[in-house]
């Protein structure tokens, strides 16, 4: 859970995450893509080379081995794509869906009404409409993530080997040749606490949550919060759980036509046994279909100049990040800065629906946030000692200093997912909209109100060991994913992406990961040279 969020009424909201092998790709939404290419140029600017979008694009294909969809389907679903921007040999299979909600071939009709193109989300543009791609198998439809696809095929390897139900209590840093070095690693099994040695490096993936948080716990941070905590200050890093951006959500509820075929069956035993038979038998039914429906929509598509203009007018902040977000706050660049999914069913807790209708559900979530929060370690209750195992403080502060504008952008924003479900021929699904319920809300006060009171987050959590080249001092770790300070010791996960971006994350992070294996080698095969040449 976060803290409570003094700009959401005071609620602490869910913050989930993956605790299994293959982590959060293992309960994700299946989406599977990329951003704007300016989303990682940005990376770049800030001190960064070799992760502009063009340097990261033979690490977008790596992981990904595309199965193209049959001529028949392309046409039938809108399937957009070109094959020469996906992989082919990839660990992770990606498909289209082979079935379908009752609502989509109303989709890209309704939004292309409403002035969206249709357009292919993979070229570095993603803004338009389209039908998602999604990690699974095509032949047995099943999720496809790096547990089942990295590790498992190599799990007999000698030299590989993993540990479950293992908690890391801290990365041991030590003074070597007159420097700050990451040595081994402390970690709890079975209530006993084991060391184990570092023969080349750390690597630290343990995510954007924990992995500030094991940095604090080895020392490594702002002294603000470690000396409270009871850790020695190793290294100095202040920027070690700051820059906590997140993806922020809201949804709109609708009731549908009884005829719109959805998965509200499943809720009846009977129902879904036949379905689960289904599945297990030929690979299809309900409990294949998945959300498919997306659009990314640049803000001209959604409000009017002088409002995107009045939006900038109230960014305060002047530090590279918010900067970075607010050159994308542009009425005239065709951006994905709103992501809208429709999907008929319900997919979010919300209103009280009844049971014997038919319900679908508009999301809407902010993709380049100025809310920014922090992840950092507590104190422990008196008497209990300091633990990997007790949770850090996650604080997003959504909506708070220059958060405003996001505030202001979703209220504005949930006037045209309303809009979409007005527009034709979505609309003739539709019966009424049941959450908020109808007529209301009518004012900007009443949609604002709206949205303090149901935002939470899209779970897409990154920057809390940001990457910056330019030093400690303005960010955790350097190009290489290197942590300042400290030799032989990175990370490698979602948390060191500086920047928000426009997009699903789990593309990006397999893209960060590839990336980061071939730096890892590269810098062990330079090693092993020089030592060979000492000889």
Request: hydrophobic fraction near 35%; glycine fraction near 8%.
């Amino acid at each position: 859970m976060t803290e409570p969020q003094t700009e959401l009424g005071n609620r602490p909201l869910f913050y989930s995450r993956g605790k299994a092998l293959g982590g959060s790709s293992a309960i994700n939404f299946f989406v599977w893509m990329r951003g704007n290419k300016p989303d990682y140029d940005a990376w770049a600017s800030l001190g960064n080379p070799g992760w502009d979008f063009n340097s990261l694009i033979p690490y977008f294909k790596k992981p990904e081995t595309f199965h193209a969809p049959s001529p028949a389907d392309e046409l039938a679903f809108k399937l957009d794509y070109n094959a020469a921007d996906h992989g082919t040999d990839g660990p992770i299979n990606t498909c289209f869906s082979n079935q379908y909600g009752g609502t989509h071939q109303h989709w890209h009709q309704t939004l292309n009404n409403l002035g969206i193109p249709s357009r292919d989300s993979f070229n570095g543009s993603n803004w338009g409409v389209w039908t998602g791609l999604t990690n699974v198998n095509p032949i047995n439809r099943t999720r496809s993530y790096s547990a089942s696809q990295y590790y498992r095929p190599h799990a007999a390897r000698p030299n590989l080997h993993v540990l479950t139900e293992a908690m890391v209590r801290k990365v041991i840093i030590q003074t070597v040749g007159g420097h700050k070095t990451a040595t081994g690693v402390i970690f709890s099994h079975g209530g006993v606490d084991y060391t184990v040695n570092a023969a080349s490096e750390v690597i630290l993936s343990a995510g954007t949550i924990q992995s500030p948080q094991l940095l604090e716990l080895s020392g490594i941070g702002n002294p603000t919060y470690l000396t409270p905590a009871g850790v020695t200050v190793l290294v100095n890093s202040p920027h070690v759980g700051e820059n906590l951006q997140d993806r922020i959500m809201n949804v709109l509820l609708y009731e549908l036509d009884p005829s719109v075929e959805n998965q509200g069956p499943l809720q009846d035993p009977v129902e879904l046994a036949d379905a689960e038979d289904e599945y297990y038998t030929n690979h299809t039914g309900l409990l294949t279909v998945l959300p498919n429906d997306f659009a990314y929509l640049p803000l001209n598509k959604v409000m009017n100049e002088s409002y995107v203009n009045h939006l900038r007018s109230l960014v305060s902040g002047t530090d590279d990040r918010t900067l970075s977000i607010k050159s994308k706050l542009d009425f005239n660049k065709f951006l994905g800065n709103l992501e809208y999914v429709f999907d008929p069913n319900i997919l979010f807790a919300v209103g009280n629906p009844d049971p014997l209708k038919k319900y679908g559900t508009v999301f809407q979530m902010l993709q380049y946030p100025f809310s920014t929060g922090h992840i950092h370690i507590q104190p422990p209750p008196i008497g209990v000692p300091l633990s990997s195992s007790q949770h850090p403080v996650i604080n997003p502060r959504y909506f708070e200093g220059d958060g405003i504008v996001d505030m202001l952008t979703l209220a504005e924003g949930l006037k045209f997912a309303d809009s979409i479900a007005r527009q034709g021929p979505l609309n003739a699904a539709i019966v009424k909209r049941e959450v908020p319920p109808e007529p209301a809300p009518g004012t900007e006060t009443d949609w604002l109100q709206f949205v303090k009171d149901n935002t939470v987050s899209d779970w897409h959590p990154v920057g809390t060991c940001a990457m910056s080249g330019l030093g400690i001092h303005k960010g955790v770790v350097d190009e290489k994913l290197r942590v300042h300070g400290v030799k032989r010791l990175r990370v490698v996960d979602a948390s060191i992406i500086p920047v928000q971006i426009s997009s699903h994350l789990q593309g990006t992070v397999y893209a960060i990961a590839e990336k980061g294996a071939d730096m890892i080698l590269q810098d062990f095969e330079c090693k092993r040279r020089r030592r060979r040449g000492r000889r």
